[in-house]
């Protein structure tokens, strides 16, 4: 019965999105069959922007005294953040709030598919499929004071292309070198109590955190700003102007910034809602699902000789657009047509 009450919107939201880039397809000058040349992309939860301004020692960081030596720390990725493709990713970045060096005597990075419950305290029960991606041994790591630090994956992790991920860090420093003050940026302005729970266990040396079989769920502070890159499938990630003080993003006046990471020599049309489907709703001559509800679509373009298409999004000075979440979502036009992961901004003052 259900299926037979949403069967009519869900043909009628297809028809229209498949109208709608037959028309930008055409606007753009491109067709369905384009060829064109691959690269990696990236995505950036919950977006592309550092501010500077927060972090958290606990996932990698350290601390001049012994409080933070050891760490388990997850971190559930809902699956609108990811491309819907099976693909490789190959590495995460993070950004330093404060740079400097950390000395692990042990340091791992851990991924798999999220199991079906929401996060829960027992790390086991939170992940399925679980592939050590990094795994160092007395190894020192320079944060650096601007941009992104990558940690490449010595295994890849197939993503399967669809449902939510869960990434691990497991951390012991190495009590024998000098412990530097260094943080890595957490989400903030907002902070983003609607994502998951990070379930984080931190402890001494010694203390045995690293391998702690529970931890505790954390709502906001420590959810880290995160990079994953991927090895073929396109993109879209966004970024926006920051305030001082208060580092807000996405600001009444201020532009939204959008790249589409795909191919050179492809097209890309960029769609706006307000809502989302939670499991996305695949579209014929598609590959992936389209999360957003009732897509409008709203800019395009070509993606450039290397492999960025950009698109800027003023947000009006209406008092009215506080607080509201827009989610925006591309299509790839090329030698395949494939839709992007979700990304997001919360309107503020």
């Keep these: 019965m259900n299926h037979a009450r949403r069967s009519g919107p869900l ?26 040349v691959g690269a990696q992309s990236h995505v950036a939860i919950p977006l592309d922007t ?13 601390v001049p005294s012994n409080a933070f030596d050891e760490a388990r720390t997850q971190f559930r ?38 199991a ?11 992940l399925v ?58 989400v903030y302005a907002p902070k983003r109590a609607d994502l998951p729970p990070t379930v984080a266990s931190v ?3 010694g203390s045995g955190a690293a391998g702690a079989t529970r931890g505790t769920l954390q709502a906001t502070g420590t959810r880290l700003m995160m990079r994953l890159r991927f090895r073929n499938s396109p993109s879209l990630v966004i970024e926006g102007a920051q305030a001082t003080p208060t580092r807000d993003t996405f600001r009444l006046g201020t532009n ?22 939670p499991a996305g709703v695949p579209i014929p001559g598609i ?9 409008l679509p709203w800019l395009g373009g070509p993606v450039d000789s290397v492999g960025v298409g950009r698109a800027t999004l003023w947000i009006p000075p209406l008092p009215l657009l506080v607080g509201v979440p827009f989610v925006f979502q591309s299509v790839r036009l090329g030698t395949t047509n494939d839709f992007t992961n979700v990304v997001d901004a919360i309107v503020a003052p």
Excluded at 145 to 165: C, E, K, M, N, V
Aim: charged share 15%; proline share 6%; aromatic share 8%.
């Design 11 to 36: 043909r009628e939201r297809a028809a229209c999105t498949v109208i709608a880039l037959a028309i930008a397809a055409s606007l753009l000058g491109t067709s369905m069959t384009h060829r064109s």
């Design 50 to 62: 550092l501010h500077g301004l927060q972090g958290h020692t606990g996932p990698l960081g350290s």
């Design 77 to 114: 990725i809902p699956a609108r953040y990811l491309p819907p493709a099976s693909d490789d990713i190959l590495s995460i970045e993070v950004g330093a709030q404060l740079p400097g060096w950390v000395h692990y005597r042990s340091l791992d990075v851990i991924v798999g598919h999220a």
């Design 116 to 126: 079906s419950p929401p996060p829960r305290s027992r790390f086991a029960s939170n």
């Design 129 to 186: 499929d679980a592939t050590v991606v990094v795994s160092l041994r007395t190894k020192s790591i320079n944060y650096g004071p601007s941009g992104w630090t990558r940690l490449l994956f010595t295994t890849a992790f197939r993503y399967r292309g669809y449902g939510d991920i869960v990434v691990e860090i497991q951390k012991v420093l190495d009590p024998s070198q000098v412990r530097n003050a260094v943080s890595h940026q957490t």
């Design 203 to 205: 402890g001494m040396t």
């Design 256 to 277: 939204a910034l959008f790249s589409v990471h795909a191919r050179r020599g492809d097209q890309f049309v960029l769609f706006v809602d307000n809502a989302i489907e």
């Design 287 to 295: 590959n992936g699902v389209m999360y957003l509800r009732r897509p």
